[in-house]
């Protein structure tokens, strides 16, 4: 069956230091995978956007790296701040006509 | 100052009521969107529009119905018949339809239905 995995289990890391969340699927072929972030009781907000053809993308302190033959994604936050925490959502793209949603991995800054 | 906005904030319902969620976005995208968001779940499509007057079934519109009069409304009725409404619902838009034409989503602030 077709899955979307983040690490359901939240990621706590100290001030300063860099986070890396995990995207993990099987049986998609994904043209594109996006990032979002969500705060409690609020929408999510796009990110960044990756296509299949590129390796890596990066946008001031965040990168997000994109592996098909590992069915992966790894986003990365440097220098994370307190304003960092936050739920972290992937999204597939599979040139359909819906964007498929992991379920989010919560991240928490500590000053 | 464009956006997509959704009312109300909190809504509660009644066993047996239909209620109806408000979308409205002034960004001049044609493709809307409502999502449902649960606990520990990924976000999953209700209902998607790519046009004014058209509508399409997502993964799990039992027990919902929306309309597309205008571009900038997009409207979703949960009825009587969706027994488990209790729920985060999200409100989307982009310039084409996503997955289509590589559209990033704009979502809404989202309305939380709660059952009394």
């Known amino acids: 069956s077709q899955k979307i995995e983040q690490n359901s289990e939240a990621l706590n890391i100290q001030e300063g230091k860099t986070a890396t969340l995990t995207c993990n699927y099987t049986n998609y072929s994904p043209a594109y995978l996006q990032w979002y972030r969500q705060d409690p009781g609020r929408g999510p907000v796009f990110l960044l956007l990756i296509r299949e053809n590129e390796k890596e993308k990066r946008k001031e302190r965040l990168k997000v790296t994109f592996d098909t033959t590992l069915k992966q994604s790894l986003f990365h936050i440097t220098a994370s701040q307190p304003a960092d925490s936050a739920t972290y959502l992937c999204?597939?793209?599979?040139?359909?006509?819906?964007?498929?949603f992991g379920a989010g991995t919560r991240l928490f800054v500590k000053a | 100052d464009g956006g997509i906005t959704q009312s109300p904030k909190y809504l509660f319902r009644k066993e047996g009521q239909n209620v109806t969620l408000s979308c409205e976005q002034n960004?001049?995208?044609?493709?809307m969107y409502w999502y449902r968001q649960d606990p520990g779940q990924g976000l999953r499509l209700i209902y998607y529009s790519q046009i004014v007057n058209d509508f399409q079934k997502g993964d799990i519109a039992e027990g919902y119905s929306v309309s597309r009069e205008k571009k900038e409304s997009f409207p979703l009725t949960v009825t009587s018949a969706q027994k488990n409404p209790t729920a985060f619902y999200l409100c989307a838009s982009s310039m084409g339809l996503a997955g289509l034409t590589q559209e990033t989503q704009y979502f809404g602030p989202g309305t939380r239905l709660l059952v009394l």
């Open positions: 999204a597939l793209d599979t040139g359909g006509f819906k964007t498929i």
């Open positions: 960004l001049n995208h044609d493709a």
